[in-house]
């Protein structure tokens, strides 16, 4: 997990809270626009770019069942 103290670590911590509380999975679309709530600071294409690299990062942790939707595994 990168560092809490990073734009992306901050990102990815907050997108690993969402997903525990939706242990149903969470669509791109709802997923991102959560995190531009919570960081309306941070660029669009940042989020985005951690969004895409989820599962090639966190391959153990995150899965994709189906186009568009994340879930832990």
Known sequence: MPSPNTVTGKIYRYIF???EEHPEGIRWVDLNDRIL???PDFHP???NGCIWKLTQ???EEV???EKGLFQLK
């Open 17 to 19: 809270k969402e997903l």
């Open 37 to 39: 709530k919570k960081y």
């Open 45 to 47: 294409k940042t989020i």
């Open 57 to 59: 990062l966190f391959p």
């Open 63 to 65: 899965h994709k069942p």
